[in-house]
């Protein structure tokens, strides 16, 4: 951004890019102004294991308000649709370049395996309509443009090893530290429904 011409700016970052927004506030906050992230990665500390187990028996002992006791609790429920919907994230950090080089290789298996996760990520609800829900949030020329973006720049098989270096990143000094190092710069998370 400096080489742009900007001396400060406020940067946005959502999945991946929450953590890259995230890292560049806490190493450069006299540039960046503040941060807004879409997806927030929290701690999984002990502490903070022992209090969501806490909340789910005495919510009030933990500071939860009856809004974020239901976007957290019945843990059953969120480690069910964890397993049903994040087989992706496995294939991807474990075995990058098979999927990758797979879905490069034909553009209606990316489109589907791409528009699949547009869909339950987008409202988990959407898995089991006829359409996938697809049109409700996007055009059919947005989500044709992502596809033809990924296909064109033959990107698809870098995108997806990106999983397999974050799920690595415990090795990386920077990434490990990030959690330790606090964002002094104003922060916002949106908080979407799904």
Request: net charge negative; proline share 6%.
């Amino acid at each position: 951004m400096e080489r742009l011409g900007f001396d400060s700016y406020y940067v946005q970052g959502g999945d991946h890019g929450s953590v890259i927004v995230s890292v560049m506030a806490m190493l450069n906050p006299r540039v960046v102004r503040g941060i807004h992230l879409n997806l927030f990665t929290g701690n999984t500390e002990t502490a903070f294991l022992t209090k969501l187990l806490v909340g789910s028996v005495f919510p009030s002992l933990v500071g939860l308000s009856t809004e974020d006791y239901k976007k957290v609790y019945p843990l059953w429920d969120r480690f069910l649709w964890i397993l049903s919907e994040t087989g992706y994230l496995h294939m991807q950090a474990t075995r990058p370049h098979t999927i990758g080089h797979g879905l490069m290789d034909s553009p209606v298996g990316m489109a589907a395996y791409l528009l699949e996760k547009y869909s339950t990520l987008t409202n988990p609800t959407f898995a089991h309509l006829p359409d996938g829900g697809l049109e409700k949030h996007f055009t059919k020329d947005e989500l044709l443009t992502t596809m033809m973006i990924y296909w064109v720049s033959g990107t698809v098989v870098s995108s997806i090893r990106l999983y397999r270096e974050t799920i690595s990143a415990r090795q990386f000094p920077i990434i490990s530290a990030a959690h330790s190092i606090p964002i002094e710069v104003p922060s916002a998370v949106a908080d979407f429904p799904h």
